[in-house]
């Protein structure tokens, strides 16, 4: 049975096609109806249909524009254009589109009807060989094991950042960014090509070799998708892999949140960590933070006050600041700016005569000096706690951190102190047991030293009082 659908802003003429046609002759039976494309497509989604009639003239959505749409979603529907014009344009632009006939409403009589529909039942058994599903694909049993999917992930176009012009023939509309193909035999390796070439000219686009597709319903296949590009596509996608390989079995749990004491315990972990200096360490904790599957805005928070405490510890070393990361669309972005930095840290190191083990030592004492900032650490203390001879640890701090143990400590202190006088209310005395000096006379004159300032005239040159956190 041939299911149809008359779609026809007239409501006269629709009812007319639908009650004086001899359906049942040709093995047909109307399945509904709409007055304009978009209703259609709506009843399209959730029924089953074999042969789509419609008008092209409607408003909301024309018959051009849902036939164009149909052909995307649903590449077995046989479609057959209903209207008043005879134009040589129109006829072109609906068989372009698919169309198996052309009817035209002014030569529509009684007497044709038979004749009418005989010919689009021939059409549509001759074509019937073509189909690659058994039945539409609102309720489709794929009798396909794989298939191709195609997803637009770039955020920063619109929605038909990929024409039609530019797609292999074939394409079924998931959504508005995404497409699935399914290879004739023999016709795999073609497709492929054609679409891992689409998807290199074309940034932010991924392809997926999908498996495991047999047996499934079409309305299982694109909630698969909606999940993998909510739950899976930020960690997955790289501009530099052709194809990704994914099982419709596969399932992907959300994005996951942190508590604030479990981020700060990640923090610590690349703070206080070989990984600059460590292949091994780098790459695992690379593969650790990615295993966490953050959410995004999370994610972004996290590398961002990496750059913060990055340049805390590192900055007398480097010849310019570790750069800030503002947004990120992809993972690999992160690992780029993950490896960027690396570099940038190895680099001020490069020309050093020292092993590893002692650049980490140093990238220890300056953590613990950084944490523990409200009590005075010494030389010989954080030598001790090192396993290093105060001399040795004292000679290897300044030429790895470029500055002597006691300078580098009052730098630091008094650059905590200045960010305390700016952001809060705090008194003197407090910032100055904060930063480890107990004398707060003594504080002063330190902090004057290096800024040219007494700590409450520092204060009184910053802007925004009335935002400080008391």
């Known amino acids: 049975m041939i299911r149809v659908l008359v779609v026809d802003d007239d409501k006269l003429v629709r009812k007319g096609l639908i009650s004086a046609m001899p359906w049942q002759k040709f093995n047909m039976h109307v399945a509904g109806e709409a007055s304009n494309g978009q209703k259609a497509l709506e ?20 018959g051009i524009e849902l036939m164009r749409a149909a ?57 019937a060989p073509l189909n690659r599903m058994t039945v539409h694909p609102a309720q489709a049993i794929y009798e396909h094991e794989q298939g191709y999917v195609l997803i637009n992930l770039n955020r920063e176009s619109d929605a038909n950042g990929l024409s039609d012009k530019l797609l ?14 399914f290879p004739d035999e023999g016709a795999e390796n073609k497709l492929f090509t054609l679409l891992s070439d689409l998807v290199g000219r074309v940034p932010g686009c991924m392809l997926l070799n999908l498996s495991n597709l047999q047996g499934s319903a079409w309305r299982e296949l694109q909630q698969w998708i909606r999940e993998y590009i909510e739950r899976a596509s930020f960690y997955e996608y790289h501009p530099d892999r052709p194809a990704t390989v994914a099982s419709l079995k596969d399932r992907y749990k959300p994005y996951s949140r942190l508590n604030e004491l479990e981020l700060n315990h990640i923090k610590e972990s690349w703070l206080h960590s070989a990984w600059p200096h460590d292949d091994y360490i780098f790459d695992q904790k690379i593969r ?7 959410q995004e805005s ?11 405490e990055w340049n805390r510890l590192y900055g007398q070393t480097l010849t ?64 001790q706690r090192l396993n290093l001879s105060r001399s040795y640890f004292s000679q290897c701090f ?24 700016s952001h809060t209310n705090k008194t003197i005395i407090w910032i100055a047991e904060q930063t480890g000096y107990s004398d707060e006379k003594y504080f ?14 520092y204060r009184a040159n910053q802007p925004g009082d009335s935002n400080r956190l008391v």
């Open 444 to 457: 002063s004159r330190v902090f004057r030293q290096l800024t040219g300032m007494l700590p409450s005239e």
């Open 288 to 294: 650790d933070l990615k295993a966490m599957r953050l």
């Open 398 to 421: 300044k030429d790895i951190i470029g500055k002597p143990f006691n300078e580098y400590s009052r730098y630091i202190r008094v650059e905590k102190a200045k960010e305390l006088l």
């Open 298 to 308: 999370q994610l972004l928070g996290l590398i961002y006050s990496f750059a913060i």
């Open 168 to 181: 292999p023939p074939g394409a079924m509309e998931v959504n508005s960014c995404s497409w699935v193909w």
């Open 43 to 62: 009843f399209l989604e959730g029924n089953e249909v074999d042969l789509l009639l419609t008008d092209l003239a409607m408003p909301v959505m024309s």
């Open 71 to 127: 052909r995307q979603r649903y590449p077995n529907l046989h479609m057959v254009a209903l209207t008043l014009h005879q134009d040589f344009e129109y006829i072109q632009e609906v068989l372009r589109l698919g169309a198996i006939d052309y009817i035209a409403k002014v030569q529509l009589e009684k007497e044709q009807f038979d004749d009418v529909l005989a010919r689009i039942a021939g059409r549509i058994h001759e074509q």
């Open 320 to 383: 310019g600041n570790i750069p800030m990361i503002y947004s990120v669309h992809f993972w690999f972005h992160v690992e780029q700016w993950l490896n960027h930095v690396r570099g940038i840290i190895r680099e001020s190191t490069r020309h050093t005569a020292y092993s590893k083990e002692i650049m980490n030592c140093m990238s220890t004492a300056v953590y613990m000096i950084q944490e523990e900032m409200s009590r005075q650490l010494t030389a010989a203390e954080l030598a």
